[in-house]
Nanobody
Framework: QLQLVESGGDLAQPGGSLRLSCAAS????????IAWFRQAPGKEREGVSC????????SYADSVKGRFTVSRDSAKNTVYLQMNNLKPEDTAVYYC??????????????????????WGQGTQVTVSS
């Protein structure tokens, strides 16, 4: 059973930085993909970024491109989301989600939540002065 545990959420000032982590376990295929989503109060869940754990290919939603960077440490089965130049509109609960396939999944520019079957519990990011 796939398990995901997020950490790193915190309060940050506008213009500041945070790094989120997503520790993954239980995968039976080397071809698995991790995506980050976020959900602000009263809003729909939004896809943020995606990374293939085997090939390392990434994608970013337009709202975070140039500010957020997703990376992986395959030895630790951990994915990171480095968030720079944070804005108040980045405030949300951030979730990592996973899927595993028989070959590399092609990340969409904006990840789609229905394409990922395993989810973490979420971590709160608040950007405020």
């Amino acid at each position: 059973q796939l398990q995901l545990v997020e950490s790193g959420g915190d309060l940050a000032q506008p213009g500041g930085s945070l790094r989120l982590s997503c520790a993954a376990s239980g995968f039976t295929s080397p071809y698995y993909t991790i995506a980050w989503f976020r959900q602000a109060p009263g809003k729909e869940r939004e896809g943020v970024s995606c990374i293939n754990m085997s090939g390392g290919r990434t994608s970013y939603a337009d709202s975070v491109k140039g500010r957020f960077t997703v990376s992986r440490d395959s030895a630790k089965n951990t994915v990171y989301l480095q968030m720079n130049n944070l804005k108040p509109e980045d405030t949300a609960v951030y979730y990592c989600a996973a899927r595993q396939d028989l070959w590399d999944y092609v990340c969409r520019i904006t990840p789609v939540s229905t394409e990922f079957g395993s989810w973490g519990q979420g971590t709160q990011v608040t950007v405020s002065s």
